[in-house]
Each structure stands twice: as C-alpha cells, then as structure tokens.
C-alpha cells in the first residue's frame, strides 16, 4: 500500500466520530429482541462503557451445527482505583454475579472485576446494580484511561496512603465527561447540550488512538509492574513522606505472533515530578498520544510506538515544552519484587491486612476451595475493606485486633489461607482469563495452568526448590493480558495446546523476556524445563534469580529494548 492508499484513520476512529460521545445505538440494541448481540458498530462503543460482546465458546462448534447464533454473552468490567471495595459492595458484586452472570468473580491483572456471562437482557439491570452500590464500570475499557493501579495497601505507611490519593485523583481527572453512561444505564434524561458543553476537554470527540494505562508503584515493590503501561510514577519518599514521582512512559505488553513489527516495550523513565505536579504531567502525556497516536493502525497506536518511532527524547522534549516546565532528574529507587506478601501485615493505622492467594483471580467454589462462600460469609461480618492486588490476589484489608481471631477462624474455616500446600511458585503464577469467554484467545490459560504447574512442581520439588519464587506467567494469545514477557517463565498460546515459552524475564519486572521454544506442546515443555530448572538447583548462584541465571548460562540473551524482542 503506498502512502497515498493507506487509510487516514481506522473503522473504530469514524466510529467513535459518528458516535455522539458514544451513544451510538447502544440504547435501542439492548432491546432488540430478535438477537442476543447487538450491531457490530455498537459493539466498539460499549467499551467505553465497560462492557464486552462475547459468545461461549465452549458452545461455538455446536451452536453452528445447529444453525443457532453464537451463545452471545457480555462481560462487564467493574474499575477501583488500587482495587479497594467495602465489604458492602463486595456483597453486592457476589450478588450480582450470581443472579446475572456466571456465578463466578474474576479479579484482573489490574486490580478491576469482571463479570462474565451476561445476557443482553440482564445487561442493563447489571450495570444498574453496579452503580447502585457507588461502583462503575465507565472505562474500564475502550480508548480511553483504564483503571488506575497502585499497591493496594495505602495503610503500609503513610507514604502509601498519600500515593493512593494521588490515583484516585488521577482516575478522576482522566474519566470520560459524556453523559452518554447515565442515559444509557441509569435512565438520565438527555438534555440537549451545545456540543462546547459536553464535549471532552481532555480527549477530544474520538478519544484516545487507544487504550491508555497508568499505574503508580512504590519502591521496593514493583507489584503494579510499572514497566509494563502507558505512564507509570515511582514514588519517591522522603522519609516518610512522598517527595514527589520517577515519571515512566511507553510500557506495553501486547503483540501479534509473526508480525515483528509488534512488540512489547519496557517504559522509560525520563524524569522526576513533585506530587502537585502529577495531574499536570498526566494531562500532558495523555494529550501527546491523543494528538501524535497512530489512528489509522491499531496494532501501532500505543504510546510505546509513537516514543519508539520519534525518540525518547523527542517525547521529553515535547512534554516538556507542552508543560512550560522541565523535569527534575530521575531520582534512585530500587524494587525488590514485583509479586504479593502473602499472610497477616499491621498498618500504620494499627489495623491488620490479610494477603489471600487467588488462583489466577477466580473467586468460584469449589469441592475442597469454598473460595466465594468463605468470602461472603467474611463480608457479612468484616467491617474494613477488601483489596484487589495487581497480581490477581485479594487483601481482607483493616481488620482490628478484636475482630482478627473471628476473620483468622472464618478463613480458617473455609481454607482460604492455605499457604502450606501451595509451593511458591504457584504463589507466584498469574494466567490471563482466555477461553471460553475470550474472543481473542487462540488456547486455553486460566483453565490449564494450574494442571500444568502441578506438573512443573514435581519438577521443582525434586530438585529441592519448592519455596523458591520464580514468576511464571501464562496467556492464552500474544496481547498479553497476563504481563508473562516480564516473567521469568513466560506461556503464550499459539493455538490449542501449544505455546511460546519465553525466559529470562527479570524478577522485578525490569527486563523483558525472550523467545525460548516456539509453538510447544505440554510434553514438550516438561522436557525442556526440567533440565534447566534442575541446572539452576545446582548452579544457580545464592540469591540468584531464575531469570537471570537463564542468561548467564547462555539460555537465552537478555533483551535490552522492545525492539529487539524479536531479534
Ligand atoms: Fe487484556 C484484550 C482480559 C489486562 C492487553 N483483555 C482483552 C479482552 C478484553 C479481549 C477482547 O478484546 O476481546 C480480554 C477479555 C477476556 C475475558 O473474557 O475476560 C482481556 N486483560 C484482560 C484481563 C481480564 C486479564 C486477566 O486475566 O486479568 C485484564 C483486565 C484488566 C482490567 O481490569 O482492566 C487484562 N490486557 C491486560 C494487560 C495487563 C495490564 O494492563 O497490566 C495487558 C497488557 C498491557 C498492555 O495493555 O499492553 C492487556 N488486552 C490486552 C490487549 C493488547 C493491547 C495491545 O496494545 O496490543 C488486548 C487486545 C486489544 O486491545 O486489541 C486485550
Ligand atoms: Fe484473551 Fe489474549 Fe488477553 Fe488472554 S491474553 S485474556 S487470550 S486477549
């Protein structure tokens, strides 16, 4: 195609445009009741509002057989900022999931939840329910900011606590102003508006080129994997209280197999802000990307191209010069992990903090792990908060020393705490939600890894290394939902049964991993993990981490730049 027949922007670019700050029709959709779905163009719009068109796809094959339209579900994506709920909500959202969707909670890699299940009579009545109980799903996807992350504990000190402030207000700012939300699921009566009035200062009548991440992480732990998004703060203290951010810009997991042009991108750190100066520099970088964004390819509209296609210093010196302003020099930090502290913590506020393990976030019951029953008899009496980590964890959060012996019995009671038999590397595994519900996925991940890591902790246990921590990360296709490039053990589907295993990313989240076997099946993966891991028993070096001992025995090399992923 030359330059000349390249379109200008994307189908989704003139949707969005025709879109009247996204009412499209969703409105009259929900209420066609000749299908299950709604119209494809108002599929792209319900994003914004927090919702996805999907089908079961465990039904495809026979549905077809049966001449049937797709089992149309939706998923609908709940956003906390840091992931914080009240017990109250928490209850409400076990509620809703099991009187509108499947009967299950998932907690995200970014510290939201998702509903899956939905049929399109329930949708609005859903979405009401959310609201209800002061929660919303308002872009939780779509082009626009999604949920903001940071470490879930603002009572670890009290730098934790001002930084969680600091994300709410950067959620804040950056949500959509339309009102199109409130008509369409709350009943708002439209009011005519000049388009001035209702338009979107911050981004304009067609959005964002793309999704658009921020996340705040505080040193040492790098639990929000502040490499990994659009724009990430360090914070930086100063004593005890927040001297300000390490600004990070241009991180981004996803890719498509076979087209190297995609990548994911490690952010660079250009500088440092004062914490008055956070929402100014947020505002700065969204509207760079908004202006300088890829808008006719959407596989090349992230920030992390627009960075990597202009420089790093094009883009300092751009922000800098929308901001009147230059940045201060990036000041030291250093991040230890980027995993969960499972069990108790106190707080600085004196209150207790419980760390559960989640397997890849799926709140569900099972036979011997009564995981949302144990939680919503916890809810009914626990009177602080419950927190989602960024690794798919939940947090029974502000516990008091009275009520702690009643909450430890109740999850006692119903195992929820059962650290024993969990080795640590499953305690450090996360997998993306993939099949059934996942249009994108081309094989199983949610599903399979938890039979795989039993597998693979045979392999660990046999060579003496059940308590070593070594992040493992699975998705069932290459966007990466999962983070698994910054694991030190990265799983990509490539289709049904098969897998990229990518090593040697770093156990802070700080280096990306590279391609080790491509396209591999279960068997196949033992063969070639056992050897090394069984090598690294012996001759990993004391305190050495998995994903550098890969490197320094030549496994694979280490990936300075996103560019050179696929080198
Ligand atoms: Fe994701 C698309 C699930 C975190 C990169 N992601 C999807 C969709 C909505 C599939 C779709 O577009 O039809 C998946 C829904 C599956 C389902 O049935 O629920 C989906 N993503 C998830 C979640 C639920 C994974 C999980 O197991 O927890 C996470 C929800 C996050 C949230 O609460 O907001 C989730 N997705 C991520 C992350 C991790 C992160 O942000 O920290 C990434 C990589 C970081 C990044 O954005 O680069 C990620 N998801 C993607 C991409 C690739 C984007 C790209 O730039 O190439 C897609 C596909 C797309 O956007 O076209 C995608
Ligand atoms: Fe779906 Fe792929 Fe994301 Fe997994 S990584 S949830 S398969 S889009």
């Known amino acids: 195609m030359n330059d000349q027949t390249k379109p200008q922007r994307s189908r989704t670019e003139i949707i969005k445009e025709n879109s009247n700050y996204l009412r499209g029709t969703i409105l009259e959709g929900l209420v066609d009741p000749i299908t299950g779905a709604i119209s494809e163009d108002d599929t792209q719009l319900l994003k914004f509002h927090g919702s996805y068109q999907q089908d079961d796809r465990d039904l495809r094959q026979e549905r077809r057989k049966q001449k049937l339209e797709p089992a149309y579900i939706f998923m609908v994506r709940v956003r906390a900022t840091g992931g914080i709920v009240t017990p109250k909500q928490w209850l409400d959202l076990d509620h809703i999931a099991r009187t509108y969707a499947n009967g299950t909670i998932r907690l995200t890699t970014r510290q939201s939840f998702q509903l899956h299940g939905v049929l399109k009579r329930n949708l609005k009545q859903t979405m009401k329910e959310v609201n209800a109980t002061l929660l919303h799903t308002i872009a939780a996807c779509g082009d626009v900011n999604r949920n903001v992350m940071c470490n879930p504990n603002p009572y670890q000190s009290e730098l934790h606590g001002e930084v969680y402030e600091w994300a709410n207000k950067i959620a804040d700012f950056l949500l959509p102003r339309t009102r199109a ?5 709350l009943d708002e009566k439209p009011v005519v508006r000049s388009p ?43 004593g005890n ?129 009564p995981i949302m029953t144990g939680l919503r008899e916890i809810a009914k009496v626990h009177k602080g908060d419950f927190r989602l980590t960024p690794n798919q964890n939940l947090i029974i959060g502000n516990v008091g020393t009275k009520q702690k012996p009643k909450i430890d019995a ?35 991940s949610e599903r399979y890894l938890p039979s795989l890591i039993t597998k693979l902790e045979d392999v660990m246990m046999e060579a003496g290394l059940r308590d070593d921590a070594i992040t493992l990360r699975m998705t069932g296709c290459p966007n990466g939902c999962a983070r698994p490039y910054i694991a030190e053990i990265g799983f990509v589907g490539k289709s049904i049964g098969h897998y990229n295993v990518y090593l040697g990313g770093g156990f802070t989240g700080d280096r990306l991993g590279k391609l080790y076997r491509e396209g591999i099946t279960e068997g196949k993966i033992l063969a070639e993990l056992t050897p090394i891991i069984k090598h690294y028993a012996k001759e990993g070096e004391k305190g050495e981490h998995f994903g550098d001992f890969v490197i320094r025995k030549g496994y694979v090399k280490a990936v300075k730049a996103g560019r050179e992923f696929h080198a």
């Open 181 to 185: 939300y409130y008509e369409i699921w």
């Open 410 to 444: 109740m999850v006692e009671e119903y195992k929820l705490n059962d650290l024993e038999h969990r080795s640590a590397l499953r305690l450090n595994s996360m997998a993306c939600v993939a099949l059934p519900t996942c249009g994108l996925a081309m094989a199983e």
């Open 196 to 238: 001035d009035v209702e338009q979107e200062p911050i981004y304009g009548r067609t959005y964002m080129p793309r999704k658009f991440k921020i996340v705040i992480a505080v040193p040492p732990s790098n639990d929000v994997d502040v490499y990994a998004h659009d724009l990430g703060f360090i914070a930086i203290s100063d």
């Open 241 to 369: 209280s927040l001297a300000g951010f390490n600004v990070a810009v241009g991180g981004g997991m996803g890719m498509t197999h076979s087209e190297p042009e995609t990548y994911p991108r490690l952010a660079d750190i250009i500088g440092f802000c004062r914490p008055e100066q956070v929402i100014e520099v947020t505002e700065q970088v969204v509207k760079i990307q908004r202006d300088f964004g890829d808008r006719a390819n959407r596989k090349h509209a992230r920030l992390k191209y627009t960075i990597d296609d202009r420089g790093v210093d094009w883009f300092k010196d751009e922000l800098e010069s929308r901001l009147g302003w230059q940045l201060e020099p990036v000041r030291l930090f250093e991040f230890t992990d980027n995993g969960d502290r499972y069990g108790w913590v106190k707080g600085t506020n004196g209150k207790w903090h419980l760390t559960l393990f989640v397997e890849n976030g799926r709140i569900q019951d099972t036979d011997d792990f």
